[in-house]
Structure formats: C-alpha cells, structure tokens
Nanobody, 126 residues
Framework: QLRLVESGGGLEQAGGSLRLSCEASGGIFSSYAMGWFRQAPGKDREFVASITGNGGYTFYADSVKGRFTISRDNAKNTVYLLMNTLNPEDTAIYLC???????????????????WGQGTQVNVSS
C-alpha cells in the first residue's frame, strides 16, 4: 500500500511561483509513474502533469505547459511540481497520484491511478 503525502501549497500572488512535493512510502517508488492533478470548487478533477517511473518522460496539460515542471527523485521517494507564472485560474487543491506501471509508461486518466494523496491547497491572488 503506497502512501502519498503532499506539501508546499499556500497563497501566492499572480506571477509568482510555488513548488509542491509529494513524498511516498510503503512501496517501491520507481515502480510507479506519478501524476499531479488538481480540483477547483465545482469542477472535475483535472490532469496537470505526469512522469514515468524512470523519470525519463514527462507530459503536461496544455494549460500548464511551459509554466509547470514535474520531476522526481527516486532516491528520496519524492515527486515535485514546480509552478511558475501562476495565475488565479491555477487555484485548486493539488493532488499527487501513483500509477502502478514502471519503465516508460504513464497515463493522464485519473481512474487508472492506484493511489492518491490527500492534496494541498494552492491559492493564487490577482
């Protein structure tokens, strides 16, 4: 059973930056592709970014491409999301998730992820 704990959320002004972290425990971290999703009030859960288990490939939603960067450190069992040039539309709860698929696979579909964290709130003021 993989346990995921996010941190790093908070209040930031438009144009600013935040770095989210998600630390995993209870499993072989490199055996999982990792993803970040977000959910704003009244909206569906939205894919943000994903990274393969080996860290060799990343994929982004169009809404964050060029502003956000996903990375991972398998030695620290942690995945990161660096968010630059934030805007109020980025306000949401950000959740990390693990997909049991090693190597080069990844997915943008939330239903395929096996484990989820509780989320961390990000608020961006205009």
């Amino acid at each position: 059973q993989l346990r995921l704990v996010e941190s790093g959320g908070g209040l930031e002004q438009a144009g600013g930056s935040l770095r989210l972290s998600c630390e995993a425990s209870g499993g072989i971290f490199s055996s999982y592709a990792m993803g970040w999703f977000r959910q704003a009030p009244g909206k569906d859960r939205e894919f943000v970014a994903s990274i393969t288990g080996n860290g060799g490939y990343t994929f982004y939603a169009d809404s964050v491409k060029g502003r956000f960067t996903i990375s991972r450190d398998n030695a620290k069992n942690t995945v990161y999301l660096l968010m630059n040039t934030l805007n109020p539309e980025d306000t949401a709860i950000y959740l990390c998730a693990a997909y049991a698929c090693s190597g080069w696979c990844y997915t943008t579909t939330p239903q395929q992820y096996n484990y989820w964290g509780q989320g961390t709130q990000v608020n961006v003021s205009s």
